[in-house]
């Protein structure tokens, strides 16, 4: 039997491939260009620029991340990553009350708020299951009716059903929290400020850390030692050619009289994003992380090959609520308080964005995409009121234009999105 | 016989559904690398049987089955396809069961991955050990390599010809140490000729290596290439087992359909030897793959016109570009005047109706009933089923319904009733519905495009006598397009072959097979043109 398929490797000229990278990576390309001009006329001074965004990203990007693994399962945006985040808040809440602060407060939340999530998560699940195909829109509706729930036990049920006396956090009628919650005496900066590093020389030794291992990546491609297809290879070349680039400039930034040398960076709360980096990653390579993907491919191959689909749909809302209400108490403890009755409300919306104009789509998101489009939503975040102020001259307008960007980047990348695949699928069908 | 001399045995199988029996003491026999042939038409209960075989929810939901399935001599209770997959029978389904997005080794190793334990695994579950991708290539390599399949393992499934994909589902059954049963669904469905002469070739690569095939399909030749044994099932009974040296393909398929096939009893039909009812001249349509390149014909009124030649030289493309649905140029002429081209409903309006080949895709809404599925394009085009208030138009549901009763009692349409979706319906009862649709635009043409593609064989001849009936009865100019040659010659009064994109030449049902191999492979253009059959 004589049998010969030409693939297409190689074979498309320069300009095709340039043109695909562009409509590829069209949601990104836009944002940065809006990040761009938006720094530009912020008038901000990179140093104060970069401390803001090393905050910001250490208090968002846990929340991104935990949006990963729903989306490989198939099940789109987890929008009840809300529910996480209230169970992250419920654990806050009696930390406060019992008034235990510091790193063991932080981690007395996460022991209770852990419970919390996996029966959130489940019953999520369940309900997802049972609404194959809009999950997303189920999602984001369970989360308002969440809220519901939530404000129901917290403004009527403490102090009246639920005994709880504390002056502080009880409006004054005995019945309800207040709608502030200060954390500043328990568990503000609890993670942040136990060990604060150099913020250039964290990124020195990162970029030395990837430059070694997509060195010896390379090294074993070039042995034939990976199971990876052999167009990964200049994937590994533009990865390590970006690290270099971004050594080079650290290298220059550090030898140079910038203030961003001064710059400091909460080593502990970056090490357990980086850890859930790693995790994600460590998933993805697994059986189960297999599951996962096969699962959010296709669910009636899955079932029929003999694959638990229901089930692998529950874990991974579990797994993501779970990450949720840890990311939650990460935000909180970096914010210093808690809006009891606001907090949780826009955490699905603005993880769900940042992960949008990473790059991501409803079918599939990597960890470069949820770190890249953190730091690209902060960035919006940062540098647009004051963009807008100096355009326009007004305060208020920059304040519009913050609401204006959370909202707009999620309908806009979600249209580009659709906007991509259509103008892929023309290119497929060579017109 | 010995019992441990096969490998699967099913004995005495019957299954009733709700008080209806779908299948009647069945008994299959199979040795180890024995081809086994399941022949039935639609209905017959070969699916059933498989149901049974791999333990499917839907056989155990509805209260078992009788008999009993043994496995090397021993009885085993197979509960799901999980199960079955473990007592090593194995399936390529026919619509694929692959992922496009995965590489060809993530397919062949689905929920099979190849693993290797790492700390965390020990510590938590044996669900989180890493994939051994490096392991996973290599089994995939070899089983792409029995069955001489030339292809990277990391190709991704995306992209590769569907003939390819069936050799990846195969890959990936034959890739499971412990099979010893492959069943194929009709494997060759939705291949190429040559495709399918590839697969049946790798059905006996697979059968040497001593594992047992189960063959189901209704192609009676490729059964007669590669089955050892054949068991003919009808309405859920046994009707016989033969062996491939005792049998034929007539005696296969008259058991199959219990009544001889006849050629299509043909009375009398009206040509109108003076009038020509459809011209094309210097015609040309561009459909991807199937292109017309300049061509003329002459249809005279109320005959039945054949459109013949093989796969790809165009005859597919001069339906779709009369009926407007891809680019056309040249002239089309009806009654002698001029049909406007690339125009779907002018063609419609000037009373020209198209059967289309593609059922599925183009022919038929899919979720929608019968009775929509036949009134829709009346209704779109002639506003026919519609009841009007000043602007606003309502459909006029009792109408339709009534239009689909009378149909579905006309052309004999097997349904649970005219409001059941066209996608539970048989390919036969699917193609009557696509011609129902067409005769309520009450044409004076209608094509035909493969009006018995992947139908079987009786409905195939109930098909073609329905179209015979309108052209005797009404009067009906029919153009029917069709790949089997043997259909066309059965109920067509002249029959065109195309080579190339265009016309070879006109032959008459009686003329030699002889003649008509020659014109298909484009040889006899010449002879035809001096004898004045093209007009």
Request: hydrophobic share 45%; proline share 2%; glycine share 10%.
């Amino acid at each position: 039997m004589e049998n010969n398929v030409t693939i297409d490797r190689g074979i498309l000229d320069r300009k095709t491939k340039i043109k695909r990278f562009f409509v590829k990576n069209m949601v990104t390309i836009m944002f940065i260009i809006l990040s761009y001009i938006g720094f530009h006329y912020s008038g901000l001074s990179v140093p104060f620029f970069m401390s803001e965004l090393i905050t910001r990203f250490a208090r968002n990007g846990f929340l991104v991340l935990a949006l990963i693994i729903p989306v490989m399962a198939g099940m789109g945006l987890n929008f009840a990553i809300v529910l996480g985040a209230m169970a992250g808040q419920m654990g806050i809440i009696m930390v406060v009350h019992w008034g235990i602060t510091g790193v063991p407060g932080v981690l007395l939340c996460v022991l209770l708020s852990t419970p919390l999530a996996i029966i959130f998560g489940f019953l999520t699940g369940k309900l997802l299951n049972k609404t194959k195909g809009q999950e997303m829109i189920t999602s984001l509706i369970l989360g308002f009716f969440a809220n519901g729930i939530y404000q129901f036990i917290f403004l009527i049920l403490v102090g009246s059903v639920i005994p709880m006396v504390n002056e502080e956090m009880i409006l004054s009628s005995g019945v309800g929290l207040r709608v502030t919650i200060a954390l500043n005496d328990t568990i503000r900066y609890a993670l942040d400020d136990v060990w604060r590093f150099s913020f250039i020389h964290t990124v020195l030794i990162a970029t030395i850390i990837f430059l070694i291992i997509y060195a010896v990546k390379l090294y074993k491609m070039k042995k034939g030692e990976t199971a990876d297809a052999p167009t990964d290879k200049s994937k590994t070349y533009f990865n390590l050619g970006v690290v270099v680039a971004l050594l080079a400039v650290t290298l220059g930034v550090m030898f140079s009289e910038s203030r961003i040398n001064d710059l400091q960076v909460p080593m502990i709360t970056f090490a357990i994003i980086g850890v859930l980096c790693l995790f994600t990653y460590f998933l993805s390579k697994t059986k189960l992380g297999q599951d996962l993907r096969t699962v959010g491919q296709d669910r009636h191959i899955a079932k029929v090959s003999g694959i638990n689909s229901d089930g692998i749909r529950v874990l991974a809302i579990v797994l993501s609520t779970l990450l949720a209400a840890y990311g939650q108490i990460i935000y909180l403890q970096n914010l210093g308080t808690l809006s009891t009755y606001g907090s949780h409300e826009q955490v699905g919306m603005f993880a769900i964005a940042a992960l949008l104009i990473g790059g991501a789509s409803v079918t599939k998101a990597t960890i470069g995409q949820a770190v890249l489009g953190t730091i690209l939503f902060h960035t919006l975040f940062i540098v647009s009121p004051l963009a807008g102020r100096n355009l326009f001259g007004d305060a208020q307008l920059g304040e519009y234009f913050r609401a204006f960007v959370a909202y707009g980047v999620i309908g806009l990348s979600l249209a580009m999105h659709a906007w991509k695949k259509y103008l892929q699928s023309k290119d497929e069908l060579g017109m | 016989m010995e019992t441990a001399n096969f490998v699967l045995q099913m004995k005495g199988i019957g299954k009733e559904y709700y008080g209806t029996r779908v299948l009647e003491n069945i008994n299959i026999n199979l040795a180890p690398g024995e081809i086994h042939a399941v022949l039935g038409e639609n209905g017959a209960g070969k699916s059933t049987l498989m149901n049974i075989l791999f333990g499917m929810s839907v056989i155990h939901s509805t209260g078992g089955f009788e008999g009993e399935v043994l496995i090397n001599g021993e009885s085993a209770n197979i509960k799901s396809p999980v199960e079955a997959m473990e007592a090593g029978i194995g399936m390529v389904h026919q619509e694929f069961m692959l992922i496009p997005e995965y590489t060809i080794t993530e397919n062949i190793k689905l929920n099979r991955e190849i693993t290797k334990p790492n700390i965390f695994s020990r510590l938590i579950s044996n669900k989180l050990e890493t994939l051994d991708r490096i392991e996973m290539n290599k089994d995939a390599k070899k089983a792409l390599k029995t069955l001489d399949l030339n292809i990277e393992e990391w190709i991704k499934i995306a992209g590769l010809p569907v003939g390819y994909m069936q050799f990846v589902e195969i890959a990936r059954e034959i890739d499971k140490s412990n099979l010893k049963v492959l069943v194929f669904d009709e494997p060759t469905a939705v291949l190429t000729e040559s495709e399918a002469s590839n697969l049946l070739d790798a059905m006996r690569t697979i059968s040497s290596k001593g594992i047992a095939i189960l063959f189901i399909t209704h192609r009676l030749d490729e059964v007669m290439e590669v089955a050892d044994n054949m068991t003919v099932l009808r309405d859920g009974k046994l009707v016989g087992v033969r062996k491939k040296e005792e049998t034929s393909i007539d005696e296969l398929a008259e058991m199959m359909v219990g009544r001889k096939i006849n050629k299509v009893e043909k009375g009398t039909n009206t040509i109108d030897e003076s009038v020509y009812k459809l011209e094309l001249k210097n015609f040309s349509v561009d459909m991807p793959g199937e292109k017309i390149k300049g061509m003329d014909l002459k249809v005279r009124k109320g005959e039945i016109i054949g459109i013949g030649g093989l796969a790809g030289q165009g005859k597919i493309g001069v339906a779709n570009g009369v009926a407007g649905l891809y680019p056309s140029k040249g002239e089309v002429l009806i009654d002698g005047t001029p049909l406007p081209l690339n125009n779907p409903k002018e063609s419609i309006n000037r009373r020209i109706a198209f059967v289309s080949e593609d059922r599925r895709a183009v022919g038929l809404l899919l979720d929608i009933g019968i009775d929509m599925n036949i009134a829709v394009t009346a209704m779109q085009n002639k506003g026919g089923f519609l009841k009007h208030y000043g602007i606003f138009s309502q459909q006029d549901t009792k109408a339709i319904k009534e239009h689909a009763e009378k149909m579905r009692k006309e052309l004999d349409i097997r349904c649970t009733g005219v409001d059941q979706p066209t996608r539970r319906l048989s390919g036969g009862n699917q193609q009557k519905v696509c011609i129902a649709r067409a005769l309520t635009l009450e044409p004076e043409i209608l094509f035909v495009s493969e009006p018995t593609r992947g139908i079987d064989v009786g409905a195939k001849k109930l098909v073609l006598d329905t179209l015979v009936k309108l052209n005797q009865e009404k009067g009906m100019t029919i153009v029917m397009t069709s790949s089997e040659l043997g259909e066309l010659r059965s109920v067509c009064d002249r029959i065109a072959i195309i080579n190339e994109g265009k016309l070879e030449g006109i032959l008459s049902p009686d003329d030699s097979d002889k003649d008509y191999g020659l014109m298909m492979a484009g040889n006899y253009s010449k002879k035809a043109n001096s004898g004045g059959e093209v007009e």
